[in-house]
């Protein structure tokens, strides 16, 4: 393997707009619809213990072993201090998904990460922070051993979604775990193509809000006229992995948009009574354990039910959605790297187990969705509760970031996204 030129330590001063990248195929990156589900995969289906039998589990795909992880299982996710950690990664693999995905010539075998999520769940179970990672985050990838039984070389730079098919779900954990410095990420798991349509359809629809222009993308064969849609099946599968169809068709944008059906799905699937209807449920943990293969510590069913239990009875202000802050990379205007600054505060409080609350908004300039009947903007030096994110994700005060207000640590204005409570709609490009 080439030598690869290390990452310069200078930040560069602009943001990224991440967009018009190059393509290996129109479902190139598709692999980001089924990580928007996968998170929430992760509040709804693992309610699985609550209802089903252990046979539903054994019957799905075999468990991974994660690099360092315990033989036994973990006996109470309360015990883990600091917190729960899950990884949850869509790979944009063509194997075995049927037609409709694209050939096997675009990627095959294990695939590459196109999304890669870190779920954080707080100790005492108050609050969740889900982060996006890009995936042509330029960082520094460590040695993973290999299926055939070798290892990969350390690579000084590499693109973040080739470490799935480099060395397994195993390799991307120990990636993330070295970028975050969160030595302990535990569970993990990897969801594919046929999971969204599975998923959305379980869920019966989740009700997304069209903005500005409408969707018109001819790459995705969608239009949305601007209004309410339920959405699920193959057109929420269209709209998670729209990109010139909202905002400003950047890779950032679309990620932005995801976050528009994610938290809607949150909402739904609280609002709905997922989480306490045994039928529904069953279908979501049919839809999961189908669709998604587990690390040895989440393939168990107590976990999951423990989980479960934890998550879904969360504030929908304190389930925060945020991206990875970065930079464009000097190298290559067409992908991003750390922004390392920024990055250590979001990590910081989530190492410290501590709320966020964000200051930034949904997206820099247009990348951004739009954020549905904003309240007012406080008048005084307030800012928002633990974990919230304001009427539109922004506080007029201008908090130092890392500083703590009411036990939630403030984050930078670089770093974007949303609360589950903070209803928006996407940023139709017409």
């Keep these: 393997m080439s030598q690869l030129r290390p990452r310069s330590k200078r930040g560069p001063s602009g943001i990224a707009r991440h967009g018009r990248l190059r393509r290996s195929g129109p479902w190139g990156t598709v692999g980001k619809i089924v990580a928007s589900i996968a998170a929430v995969a992760v509040i709804s289906a693992v309610s699985l213990g609550a209802y089903a039998t252990f046979d539903l589990v054994s019957g799905s795909h075999k468990s991974v072993h994660l690099i360092g992880e315990p033989d036994q299982p973990i006996p109470d996710i309360g015990a883990l201090k600091g917190g729960v950690n899950i990884l949850i990664l869509a790979s944009d693999t063509r194997?075995?998904?049927?037609?409709?995905?694209?050939?096997?010539?675009?990627?095959?075998g294990l695939g590459n990460n196109d999304v890669t999520m870190l779920l954080h769940l707080s100790q005492d179970h108050t609050n969740a922070t889900v982060v996006s990672f890009p995936r042509d985050l330029m960082i520094p990838i460590p040695s993973c051993p290999t299926e055939g039984g070798g290892s990969s070389y350390e690579q000084a730079k590499g693109?973040?979604?080739?470490?799935?098919?480099?060395?397994?779900?195993?390799?991307?954990?120990?990636?993330?775990?070295?970028?975050?410095?969160?030595?302990?990420?535990?569970?993990?798991?990897?969801?594919k193509f046929n999971g969204v349509v599975a998923m959305s359809n379980a869920i019966g629809g989740v009700p997304v809000c069209i903005g500005g222009e409408g969707i018109d993308d001819p790459d995705t064969s969608l239009t949305l006229s601007p209004g309410m849609h339920s959405l699920q099946?193959?057109?929420?599968?269209?709209?998670?992995?729209?990109?010139?169809?909202?905002?400003?068709?950047?890779?950032?944008?679309?990620?932005?948009?995801?976050?528009?059906?994610?938290?809607?799905?949150?909402?739904?699937?609280?609002?709905?009574?997922?989480?306490?209807?045994?039928?529904?449920?069953?279908?979501?943990?049919?839809?999961?354990?189908?669709n998604m293969k587990l690390s040895d510590q989440l393939y168990n069913v107590t976990t999951l039910y423990q989980i479960a239990m934890a998550l879904k009875d969360l504030d929908l202000n304190n389930v925060s959605f945020v991206q990875y802050p970065v930079y464009t990379d000097p190298d290559d205007v067409n992908r991003v790297i750390p922004n390392e600054e920024a990055a250590s505060v979001l990590f910081d409080a989530i190492a410290k187990d501590q709320p966020i609350t964000i200051t930034g908004g949904t997206g820099s300039g247009d990348q951004g969705s739009i954020v549905k009947?904003?309240?007012p903007a406080p008048t005084d030096s307030s800012t928002p509760s633990s974990g919230s994110s304001g009427s539109a994700g922004t506080s007029t005060s201008t908090p130092t970031p890392g500083s703590t207000s009411g036990g939630s640590v403030q984050l930078p204005d670089s770093i974007h996204g949303q609360t589950a409570a903070t209803e928006t709609c996407s940023n139709g490009a017409g």
Excluded at 165 to 170: A, K, L, R
């Design 233 to 290: 099946g193959r057109q929420a599968t269209e709209f998670l992995r729209t990109r010139h169809g909202v905002a400003d068709g950047s890779d950032l944008g679309r990620i932005s948009n995801q976050m528009v059906f994610l938290s809607s799905l949150v909402r739904q699937i609280k609002s709905a009574g997922t989480l306490t209807n045994p039928a529904k449920v069953w279908g979501l943990a049919k839809a999961v354990t189908a």
């Design 159 to 191: 693109q973040l979604n080739s470490t799935l098919s480099t060395g397994g779900m195993p390799c991307t954990v120990l990636t993330i775990e070295q970028l975050t410095g969160i030595k302990s990420i535990p569970f993990a798991g990897v969801i």
């Design 373 to 375: 009947n904003p309240t």
């Design 95 to 108: 194997s075995g998904e049927g037609d409709g995905w694209g050939s096997t010539d675009d990627s095959a």
